[in-house]
């Protein structure tokens, strides 16, 4: 049976550890021109359901770096996006492709293919998670911090995807997590409660920025309306008022603190053009390692 990458709750820490080191390899190995074709004569279909710069360029750089083929497949011009059922999908692709990568609304929907898929499929982004942003940030982590152990992680804003994908990360790899959201926009309940008994103490929840700042060594936000949210904009300007990442709420991170934001970003929203641009900001690393670790988790699941 193939084995996905669904969600960071369906591996281990080692198992975690052992993709962020292979990221690390193939970074240094695709910088200084050695070849790696670890997925040599392989065709990887990238479905998009929602908009991407990052997961596209990444993916389908990624594939070809590792001597293999991706096909951008935006749902519109498939039948999947007439409404061919995600099961027969699945197993149409399975018999040409020996791996799948979804953009997708619902976390459902990956997890349905997957059920149907006989090869690896990845999630690039659903309502639910992120999981391969939140592995190049923590490879982002470890280059500038030399690891994630002992270390304070801060989150500022929604309680979306990426949130509920931090949760899981500070659960099974063991940092502390302090998230900061508004009132109703909080992380999933359910990933929360399993992250707290999985991980008791590590995660903490305030709706106070300074609080979940104060003395981090990492701090991370993200937009306030995701994909599939734009019609709640305003409200959500509203809402998150006093939650833009900006050089007063750095000013009480550790003096070396480093800033992510997955991108793309709204400057004076979230985050202030100063923050972003600042010395602290290790946005574009991270963006990077989104090629590192995706080849690393394509190369371990694709055989
Ligand atoms: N961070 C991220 O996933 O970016 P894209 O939406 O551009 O893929
Ligand atoms: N939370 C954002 C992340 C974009 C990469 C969204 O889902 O739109």
């Known amino acids: 049976m193939a084995r996905h990458f669904l969600a960071l709750h369906d591996?281990?820490?080692d198992e975690?550890?052992?993709?962020?080191?292979?990221?690390?390899?193939?970074?240094?190995?695709?910088?200084?021109?050695?070849?790696?074709?670890?997925?040599?004569?392989?065709?990887v279909a990238l479905i998009f359901e929602k908009s991407s710069t990052r997961t596209r360029v990444s993916f389908e750089v990624?594939?070809?770096?590792?001597?293999?083929?991706g096909l951008f497949m935006p749902s519109g011009t498939s039948q999947m996006g007439r409404g061919?059922?995600?099961?027969?999908?699945?197993?149409?692709?399975?018999?040409?492709?020996?791996g799948v990568m979804i953009r997708?609304?619902?976390?459902?929907?990956?997890?349905?293919?997957?059920?149907?898929?006989?090869?690896?499929?990845?999630?690039?982004?659903?309502?639910?998670?992120?999981?391969?942003?939140?592995?190049?940030?923590?490879?982002?982590v470890i280059e500038h911090k030399g690891g994630y152990h002992g270390l304070?992680?801060?989150?500022?804003?929604?309680?979306?995807?990426?949130?509920?994908?931090?949760i899981e990360a500070a659960a099974i790899l063991g940092f502390a997590l302090s998230l900061a959201c508004p009132k109703g926009y909080e992380p999933d309940e359910?990933?929360?409660?399993?992250?707290?008994?999985?991980?008791p103490g590590?995660?903490?929840l305030t709706t106070d920025p300074k609080v979940a700042v104060s003395g981090a060594d990492v701090v991370n936000t993200d937009v306030w309306a995701s994909m599939g949210q734009e019609a709640e904009q305003k409200i959500r300007e509203k809402a998150f008022a006093g939650y833009c990442l900006d050089d007063g709420l750095i000013a009480i991170a550790k003096s070396d603190s480093i800033v992510l934001h997955c991108l793309p970003a709204h400057r004076g929203e979230e985050i202030s053009d100063s923050v972003i641009e600042g010395k602290n900001s290790m946005v574009w690393d991270e963006a990077e390692n989104r090629l590192h670790i995706q080849k690393a988790i394509m190369a371990t699941l694709i055989k």
């Open 11 to 13: 591996y281990t820490k």
């Open 16 to 43: 975690l550890d052992t993709l962020l080191a292979l990221a690390a390899d193939l970074k240094q190995k695709q910088k200084s021109g050695i070849p790696h074709r670890l997925l040599e004569g392989k065709s």
């Open 62 to 69: 990624g594939v070809f770096q590792l001597g293999g083929h």
């Open 84 to 98: 061919e059922p995600i099961r027969d999908s699945a197993r149409v692709m399975s018999r040409y492709c020996d």
């Open 104 to 140: 997708t609304f619902g976390q459902e929907i990956v997890d349905e293919f997957a059920q149907y898929s006989s090869v690896p499929v990845i999630n690039g982004l659903t309502d639910l998670f992120h999981p391969c942003q939140i592995m190049a940030d923590l490879q982002t």
């Open 152 to 166: 304070k992680f801060a989150w500022v804003g929604d309680g979306n995807n990426m949130a509920n994908t931090w």
């Open 190 to 199: 359910k990933i929360m409660a399993w992250a707290q008994t999985h991980a």
């Open 202 to 204: 590590l995660i903490t």
